[in-house]
Every structure is written in C-alpha cells, then in structure tokens.
C-alpha cells in the first residue's frame, strides 16, 4: 500500500506541475495582451481557461480520491493537503489572467498611451509563481519565505499605479472607463502575486508543518 501511495502522491505532484504550467502560460498571454493592447492575444487567453478549470478538477478528484483509498498521515498528508491548496490558488491565477483580458478587450484599439508599468509589474509576477513551484518541487522553504517578501514589490508597483491613474481620472475625465481598466489590470496583477505568495506558504506549511499565513516570516 506504502508504494502505491507514493506513486499517486508523485503522479499529484506531476498534475499539480501541469496546472501550474498552464498558469503560468495565462499569467503570460494576460501580459503580453495589455503591453499591446491586443484583443486576438486576450481572447487566447480567455479560450484557454477551460484547458485550467478542467486540470483543476482532475487534480482535486485525484487528492481526494487519495485521501479516502490510503488515509495518509503526516508528511504524506501535509502533501495532498497543500496539492490542494496550491491547485486551488493555480485556477484563481487564470481567472484573475482571464479578468486581465477581457479589460484589455474593452480598451483595445483606444490608442492610449501605457501610462502603468504592466511590462516590470507581470514581469515580477511570473517570476513569483514561478519561484513559488520551484520551491515546491525542491522542497526549499528558503526560496518560498523570499517569494512571501517580494510580493510587497507588487504590492507598491499596485499603489503607485492607483495614484497615477486617480490623477488621470482627473486630468482627463472623456477616458475615465479605460483608465478603470487599467486600474482593474494592476488589480489582478497584484492579487496573482498574492496568490503566488499563498503557494509559497503552503510549500513551508509542507516542509515544515508551521501554518504563516497571516504572520509575519
């Protein structure tokens, strides 16, 4: 029984690799639609939601599945319930890619100038989901604490661009719809990094049994 458990906690870890790259390839396809303004690239992403929400459920039905033929305890169990977790803070992260795209659907074509820094700001969120895997699948609770520090660079990056786009509103009034969109883009990007931070709480909740979540590091 021993070995059959650990074959279906690798075959959830490889699952888990698949949402996360799935993910990940949203979080990009959101970027790369809003530094061009293009709604081909958005509607792409919108389309590949569904490829997620199907891996997600495959995946959860797999954990608990798990959980009921083997009973897990300890280690083994903190593994299938941060598979879990983290499969659940994956699929957000291709909502909030999906609500990225449809807001860059509605501004596309308007010729405005790129007035927030989405290139540095998706940039530093991909790079935190990708870091928050990394440390998953190594085991490595010193890389997961460093990717719980550098959300608060998206979380500044989000505050800033509130501030600039609160004075464009004023400004100019006549595009006071895009420039919402564009706030509601630095939104969902700073909720992403804090979904890639989640996953990296769940890799030391993993590693080393200790629940951070709404404590300091």
């Excluded at 390839?25 to 081909?40: C, F, N, P, Q, T």
């Excluded at 599945?65 to 659940?88: E, G, H, T």
């Excluded at 939104?187 to 404590?215: C, K, P, Q």
């Amino acid at each position: 029984m021993l070995r059959h458990l650990d074959r279906s906690i690798e075959e959830i870890r490889a699952k888990l690799d698949s949402v996360a790259g799935l993910a990940c390839k949203a979080v990009e396809g959101a970027a790369s639609a809003a530094l061009e303004l293009r709604s081909d690239l958005a509607q792409k992403v919108v389309a590949g939601d569904t490829a997620i929400d199907s891996a997600e459920v495959e995946l959860e039905e797999l954990c608990l599945r798990v959980l009921a033929l083997y009973q897990p305890v300890a280690q083994d169990l903190r593994s299938v319930i941060a598979a879990l977790k983290i499969n659940n803070d994956l699929e957000r992260i291709g909502d909030l890619s999906v609500s990225i795209a449809l807001r860059v659907q509605k501004i596309a074509g308007k010729q405005l100038p790129l007035i927030i820094p989405i290139e540095k700001m998706s940039a530093l969120c991909i790079s935190l989901l990708k870091d928050s895997m990394i440390a998953f699948h190594k085991g490595d609770t010193s890389l997961a604490r460093k990717v719980w520090e550098r959300d608060s660079e998206v979380n500044d990056l989000h505050r800033n661009n509130y501030g600039t786009l609160q004075n464009r509103m004023r400004e100019d009034p006549d595009n006071i719809e895009s420039y919402v969109s564009y706030l509601s883009i630095s939104r969902n990007f700073e909720r992403i990094a804090d979904h890639a931070t989640n996953i990296a709480e769940d890799v030391i909740y993993l590693i080393d049994g200790e629940i951070v979540r709404h404590t300091k590091l």
